[in-house]
């Protein structure tokens, strides 16, 4: 049975558990998504969609976050459905991030919404602050394993992210890009 096949089946079950979750405040949800950040199997999954459903700006139906993801800036976090993240991912998304359906996101990949000022050479680079640049990742992706998908990227529906690819700025429709940084390569 497929993952949406088997959330379909017990998507009452899961909107009665996050009703539940719902009634704990805020801070100790995200306290608790910490905790399971590391659960292992359907438990792992079922609790993390729950938690990651209730704290995210939005989130779909189907969502799949594997053990050992790190999200900040949940708040400003909009996932489709049908999207899986595996392990070992890091998601900023203090600047906005907006993730669309059946996307994949393959372990170790960086995806940031944030990056460092450093135009003032009078100011040390840690000390300028950052820059807030709305990432977005249209329907029907692949991002392959440990990309790093920067600010203000904009990755087209139907694109493939080569494994490694360092991408910044625009993603052109069913287009693979890879390399660092990333070049289109083919359309598809």
């Not at 595996?86 to 998304?93: L, V």
């Not at 709305?134 to 694109?159: D, E, M, Y």
Request: proline residues 2%; hydrophobic residues 45%; charged residues 20%.
């Amino acid at each position: 049975m497929r993952g949406r096949d088997k959330f379909n089946k017990y998507k009452s079950l899961i909107l009665f558990l996050m009703k539940i979750f719902l009634l704990f405040p805020t801070r100790v949800r995200i306290v608790m998504f910490e905790f399971f950040r590391m659960t292992n199997g359907t438990k792992g999954l079922v609790i993390r969609y729950i938690l990651f459903k209730t704290l995210s700006k939005n989130c779909g139906d189907n969502v799949s976050i594997h053990p050992n993801v790190y999200f900040f800036g949940l708040k400003n976090l909009s996932v489709g459905n049908n999207v899986s993240i595996h392990p070992m991912c890091y998601i900023d998304a203090f600047g906005m991030i907006e993730i669309g359906d059946d996307v994949s996101i393959a372990h170790n990949t960086t995806i940031v919404s944030t990056e460092h000022k450093f135009d003032n050479l009078e100011i040390n680079i840690k000390d300028q602050g950052v820059l807030y640049k709305k990432t977005i990742i249209h329907s029907n992706v692949w991002i392959a394993a440990g990309c790093r998908v920067l600010a203000g990227t904009n990755i087209h529906s139907g694109s493939i992210l080569a494994a490694g690819a360092v991408v910044k700025e625009i993603v052109e429709k069913n287009s693979i890009y890879g390399g660092v940084p990333a070049k289109l390569i083919r359309k598809r």
